[in-house]
C-alpha cells in the first residue's frame, strides 16, 4: 500500500510546454523528496524539501511543499526531451528510516 | 566506479527456486536499504541496515526474504522458493549517515527478477 499518490500517471507533451505533477498523501512527512528514474536505472535525486511552504527551484523545475506538510508539486516550465522519465515523490516520515515512495508520474516530451 | 552497484543485473529464475541478488554500496556508507519496485509503480520500502544491524524489516513481504550485511558493507537479498508474484525490480541504495531517510540515498541500477 502506497501512501503518496502522484497525478497525472501518464503525462505526454510537445517541446516547450509548461507541466505539474502533484504528490498527495493524508498522511504528515518530516521531508519530502523528488526523483527521476530513466529505465534501467535507479532513481536520481532531485530535490529534498523540509519546511512546510518550502518553494525550491533548479534551473527550469520548481518544487514546492504544502504548508501542512501533507504534499507537494512539481512544475516544470519549457519541458524539453531529456525531462522525459519516471518522477517520483518520496516522503520521509517522523522517527523512521524508510523512505515512502509515491505511485509515480511517467513523463515523455516529444520534440 | 564510485556508485552502487547490484549483480546480477538480470535474473530468471523457476517458479520455486532460491535466488540471491547482491548489492555493493558506496564506500563508507552507513545505511542500505531494499527496496522491491514492480513495474510501472514506486518502489516499495523492503528493509534497511545500519552497518551490520538490520534496523527494519517491516517491508519484507513474506518469510521467504531474507537480507543480511555480514559485515557492514556488501548486502544480499534472499529469496527462496520463488513465485511469480515476486517478479519485480529489486533496488539497493545507500547513504553516507545514519539517519538514512533525511540524507540522500544513492540507488544502484536494480536486479530485474524474472520468475517463470
Known amino acids: 500500500t502506497q501512501l503518496l499518490e502522484q497525478s497525472p500517471q501518464f503525462l505526454s507533451i510537445q517541446e516547450g510546454e509548461n507541466l505539474t505533477v502533484y504528490c498527495n498523501s493524508s498522511s504528515v512527512f518530516s521531508s519530502l523528496q523528488w526523483y527521476r528514474q530513466e529505465p534501467g536505472e535507479g532513481p536520481v535525486l532531485l530535490v529534498t524539501?523540509?519546511?512546510?511552504?518550502e518553494v525550491k527551484k533548479l534551473k527550469r523545475l520548481t518544487f514546492q511543499f504544502g504548508d501542512a506538510r501533507k504534499d507537494s508539486s512539481l512544475h516544470i516550465t519549457a519541458a524539453q526531451p531529456g525531462d522525459t522519465g519516471l518522477y517520483l515523490c518520496a516522503g520521509a516520515r517522523y522517527n523512521t528510516d524508510k523512505l515512502i515512495f509515491g505511485t509515480g508520474t511517467r513523463l515523455q516530451v516529444f520534440p | 566506479g564510485a556508485g552502487v552497484s547490484q549483480s546480477p543485473r538480470y535474473k530468471v529464475a523457476k517458479r520455486g527456486q532460491d535466488v540471491a541478488l547482491r548489492c555493493d554500496p558506496i564506500s563508507g556508507h552507513v545505511s542500505l536499504f531494499w527496496y522491491q519496485q514492480a513495474l510501472g509503480q514506486g518502489p516499495e520500502f523492503l528493509t534497511y541496515?545500519?552497518?551490520?544491524?538490520?534496523?527494519?524489516k517491516s517491508g519484507l513481504p513474506s518469510d521467504r526474504f531474507f537480507a543480511e550485511r555480514p559485515e557492514g558493507s556488501v548486502s544480499t537479498l534472499k529469496i527462496q522458493r520463488t513465485q511469480q508474484e515476486d517478479s519485480a525490480v529489486y533496488l539497493c541504495?545507500?547513504?553516507?549517515?545514519?539517519?538514512?531517510?533525511?540524507?540522500?540515498?544513492?540507488f544502484g541500477p536494480g536486479t530485474r527478477l524474472t520468475v517463470l
Open positions: 524539501v523540509v519546511t512546510g511552504g
Open positions: 541496515f545500519q552497518n551490520e544491524a538490520q534496523l527494519d
Open positions: 541504495a545507500s547513504s553516507l549517515r545514519s539517519s538514512g531517510s533525511r540524507d540522500t540515498q544513492y
